[in-house]
C-alpha cells in the first residue's frame, strides 16, 4: 500500500459516517446508484488529519474544494462554515480528537436516468464525511518505499484537468495498475511533454546538491502537504526549485522523497529496481520530516 499503509484499528467498525447530514452507522453508509458520483465520478473530494482536536491545514482544504468544484461548474450548496460544522459534528460523534483521517466527497447529486450532462440533475449535491481512526505506518517514514516508471501519463488541462481533486481518478489508477505489476509501491508519471510530473497517489520530489527539486505543479494536483514543504525550505534557507526534470535527473539524484496529507513525508530509496543515492532515507528527507512536524504541531498544538 505505500505510503497509504496504515495501523488498523477497530474502532473504525463502528464510525459514524455523515450523508446529507444524516449520521449513519458505517455499515448503513449508502448512496443511490443514481448519484453523479457513482455513475460518473462528478464531484470533488478532500482529505484532511484530525491531531490533538485540530484540523490541519483546513483553510487550504476548503480553499481547494470550493475551487475544484467551481472549476467543475458546480454549486456545493453549503457554505465552508456549514461544511466545517458538520466536520466537527461527525467529530464529536465519533468522540475523535488525534489519529484521525477525514474523506469528505461532494457529488453533483442524484440524477433521474443514467446521463452524463451536468445539468440534468434532480436533487441538491451530495455530501458525505468519512472518518477514520487511522495512522500511517511509522516504519514507512523511516524505511521508505520504491517507484517504477511507468507509461500512463498526467494529461493537459484541456483533457481532464490534474489539478482538480476530481471524483474520477481513472488515470491515477491506470498508473497505479501498472506499478502494482511492476513490482512499485507507486508509479512515477510524466507530463504529456515527457517531463517528470507525479506519482498516482502522491507528489515526488529529488535531492540534487542540496536543493530540492519537484515539477512545475502545471499537471498535477494541486498538492497541500506539496506546497507546505516548498513553503519549509524557502522559510528555512533551503533551495526549492519547481519545474521541469527528467527521469535522467531521478536517477542521479541524492535522495528523493514523497508527499502526501495522509503520511506527510515517505522517503523513496528505489526507482525502477535500482537504490536512490544511498539507498535509504537521506538526511535533506528526514530533516524536512521534522520540520513538516514542527509546522504541524504549531497549528495544532501537541
Given amino acids: ?153 498526467r494529461g493537459g488541462q484541456n483533457t481532464q484537468d490534474p489539478r482538480i481533486n476530481s471524483l474520477s481518478k481513472h488515470n491515477c489508477i491506470a498508473a497505479c495498475i501498472e506499478a502494482g505489476e511492476l513490482g512499485g509501491d507507486e508509479g512515477l508519471m510524466l507530463d504529456p511533454h515527457g517531463y517528470v510530473s507525479t506519482c498516482n497517489s502522491t507528489h515526488f520530489f529529488i535531492v540534487r546538491d542540496g536543493e530540492v527539486w519537484t515539477s512545475s505543479g502545471e499537471y498535477c494536483l494541486d498538492g497541500i502537504t506539496r506546497k507546505k514543504v516548498l513553503e519549509i525550505c524557502r522559510s528555512n534557507g533551503i533551495a526549492a526549485i519547481e519545474g521541469n526534470f527528467t527521469l535522467d535527473d531521478v536517477r542521479l539524484a541524492d535522495e528523493a522523497f514523497v508527499t502526501g496529507t495522509f503520511a506527510g513525508l515517505t522517503p523513496v530509496v528505489s526507482f525502477d529496481s535500482k537504490p536512490v543515492g544511498s539507498g535509504s532515507r537521506g538526511p535533506m528527507c528526514e530533516r524536512l520530516q521534522g520540520l513538516y512536524i514542527d509546522l504541524v504541531r504549531s497549528e495544532c498544538g501537541g
Fill in 1 to 153: 500500500m505505500g505510503t497509504h499503509e496504515y495501523e488498523d484499528d477497530p474502532r473504525n467498525s463502528e464510525v459514524t459516517i455523515s450523508i446529507n447530514g444524516d449520521l449513519v452507522h458505517r455499515n448503513e453508509a449508502k448512496v443511490s446508484v443514481f448519484d453523479a458520483g457513482f455513475l460518473l465520478g462528478d464531484g470533488v473530494w478532500e482529505s484532511f488529519r484530525l491531531y490533538n482536536g485540530h484540523l490541519s491545514f483546513i483553510d487550504d482544504h476548503m480553499d481547494r474544494l470550493f475551487h475544484g468544484a467551481d472549476s467543475i461548474s458546480m454549486e456545493i450548496g453549503k457554505t465552508r462554515e456549514e461544511i466545517l460544522s458538520e466536520i466537527q459534528r461527525v467529530i464529536d460523534a465519533n468522540g475523535m480528537s488525534d489519529g484521525v483521517h477525514i474523506r469528505l466527497i461532494v457529488s453533483r447529486g442524484l440524477k433521474p436516468t443514467p446521463y452524463q450532462a451536468p445539468w440534468v440533475i434532480s436533487s441538491k449535491p451530495t455530501l458525505v464525511i468519512i472518518p477514520e481512526f487511522k495512522r500511517a505506518n511509522e516504519e514507512r517514514a523511516r524505511d521508505g518505499i520504491s517507484l517504477v516508471s511507468v507509461n500512463t501519463r
